[in-house]
């Protein structure tokens, strides 16, 4: 079982950036592949991107592929999401998964584990 803390929402204007944080409790957090989420007021959640185990496998929504990057610190059992040039339709709570499946998914039910969200507001 893991826990998991997400930090470093916001507010920030369109063009900026923020850096998520995802902070995850137990000593089996190498062994989860990892994923962030969001979910805008009204809207249902949504995939953002997700990286395997090893951190040398990642995959990325269209909508913020090349803006946004995710990393993970397995020494430190944290999980990152870098956002560089924020938009307004990025607003949304973020939530990080832990997945116990062995391949990669894009999927909310192939996430095991979810955190409480942190809220990102992009203003115009």
């Known amino acids: 079982q893991v826990q998991l803390v997400e930090s470093g929402g916001g507010l920030v204007q369109a063009g900026g950036s923020l850096r998520l944080s995802c902070a995850a409790s137990?000593?089996?957090?190498?062994?989860?592949?990892m994923g962030w989420f969001r979910q805008a007021p009204g809207k249902e959640r949504e995939f953002v991107t997700a990286?395997?185990?090893?951190?040398?496998?990642?995959y990325y929504a269209d909508s913020v592929k090349g803006r946004f990057t995710i990393s993970r610190d397995n020494a430190k059992n944290t999980l990152y999401l870098q956002m560089n040039n924020l938009k307004p339709e990025d607003t949304a709570v973020y939530y990080c998964?832990?997945?116990?499946?062995?391949?990669?998914?894009?999927?909310?039910?192939?996430?095991?584990?979810w955190g409480q969200g942190t809220q990102v507001t992009v203003s115009s």
């Open positions: 990286i395997d185990w090893s951190g040398r496998i990642t």
């Open positions: 137990g000593r089996t957090f190498s062994s989860y592949a």
């Open positions: 998964a832990a997945s116990t499946r062995m391949v990669v998914t894009t999927y909310n039910a192939g996430y095991d584990y």
